[in-house]
């Protein structure tokens, strides 16, 4: 059994506990919390289930990384804390532990990653003995593995096209929503993710590893932003009131040239309010779907749509995106220490029949 420990508690620690406690070759035993509400509780009541794991959950990071877990879910965020949440995955793979996280994004194509941030962290896997992967929460999958094995069902492909389209009143998580994104906001105020540069920051290095899977040399990486404000002002069940006039919707592409032309592209289409924006693409039913779409022949189209926690589609994502991850960790803690991407780590089939959450598992 690999020992485990789950830092955060968030949107994507909550699936995390799960996806470990219901893997037969993990054993969860530790979880970090920052708020000092949750210390104590139990991991089981922090997931949301509804049995204990006994496992109560701590603020002392030096304690549990002591305790010599040999895998660490950084469930942390690291959008609006970047360098905190280098600074602890560094220490996590100090002590020699395997590391799965989505929050260091300038590392899902780690090989293009800038030398400064790649060699700090190379340095800490090296001197620790640990090995660290990284894929998204958007999801990761959807823009790498997905994409590259539908890539080799047809004859030719002409535009590989990976979009995420989701109504993010499902999404709760308002820092993220209303201050990065922007809804909500007036239509004059800059949101920091779609600043000139950061989505192509964000997303760049998927957009590099789909063209290295493809053999294929991008000569630029652009992008394209649009955004629409609400007509009518609507109220959200999880995050309250947003005003007419104000961001409602946006939509981006960070697209891989070849050749002259917008090849590989990677979508995002968000919005606060179904009304907002119909005519940009839509899911085909429900609040949210991940969709490839491969024009060429033949054309190509896959829709995945996950639910989680009562039907939410946004935690249906992260949950797909944390399972990417933590079904990496037994092939990860037997791999040589150092960095490794979505096409190093390969994705492993289920487990059907898992033993139910909270099942002793220990050998």
């Known amino acids: 059994m690999i020992s485990t420990l789950v830092w955060g508690t968030g949107n994507v620690g909550r699936a995390a506990i799960r996806a470990v406690a219901a893997h037969p070759e993990l054993e969860l035993t530790g979880v970090l919390v920052h708020n000092p509400a949750k210390v104590g509780r139990d991991a089981g009541a922090l997931a949301g289930l509804d049995t204990e794991l006994g496992i109560a959950a701590t603020d002392d990071i030096e304690a549990a990384l002591a305790a010599g877990p040999r895998a660490v879910v950084y469930a942390a965020s690291g959008d609006i804390r970047p360098d905190d949440a280098l600074a602890d995955i560094e220490r996590a793979l100090r002590t020699g532990a ?3 996280t989505p929050a260091l994004y300038a ?5 293009s990653a800038p030398a400064e941030l790649r060699d700090r962290v190379t340095a ?10 990284v894929s998204g929460i958007d999801p990761g999958w959807g823009n790498d593995v997905l994409p590259l094995l539908m890539s080799g069902l047809g004859s030719t492909v002409d535009v590989l096209r990976c979009q995420e389209i989701f109504d993010y009143t499902t999404y709760d998580q308002p820092d993220s929503v209303r201050y990065l994104v922007g809804m909500g906001q007036p239509m004059d105020y800059q949101p920091p993710m779609l600043a000139p540069t950061i989505p192509t920051m964000v997303w760049g290095g998927q957009i590099r590893l789909i063209a290295r899977g493809l053999g294929v040399a991008l000569t630029d990486i652009r992008e394209v932003v649009e955004r629409r404000a609400l007509e009518e002002t609507v109220e959200t069940e999880l995050m309250g009131k947003f005003d007419a006039g104000t961001q ?12 002259g032309s917008p090849r590989i592209v990677i979508e995002h289409v968000t919005r606060i309010h179904a009304s907002c924006a119909p005519d940009w693409p839509q899911p085909h039913s429900g609040a949210g779907a991940h969709r490839v779409i491969i024009e060429g022949r033949p054309r ?3 829709t995945v ?3 989680d926690e009562n039907g939410n589609h946004s935690a249906g994502g992260n949950a797909t995106a944390v399972g990417r991850l933590v079904n990496a960790l ?3 803690a037997t791999a040589e220490p150092g960095l490794y991407d979505a096409l190093d780590v390969p994705l492993p089939f289920g487990t059907l029949g898992a033993q139910p959450f909270g099942t002793l598992r220990r050998q």
């Open 330 to 332: 037994p092939w990860l």
């Open 300 to 302: 190509i189209e896959i």
């Open 107 to 111: 590392l899902y194509d780690h090989r």
């Open 98 to 100: 395997v590391v799965v």
């Open 305 to 307: 749509q996950a639910t």
């Open 248 to 259: 409602g919707a946006v939509r981006f592409e960070v697209q891989g040239i070849v050749d």
């Open 124 to 133: 800490a896997a090296t001197e620790g003995g640990g090995t660290l992967f």
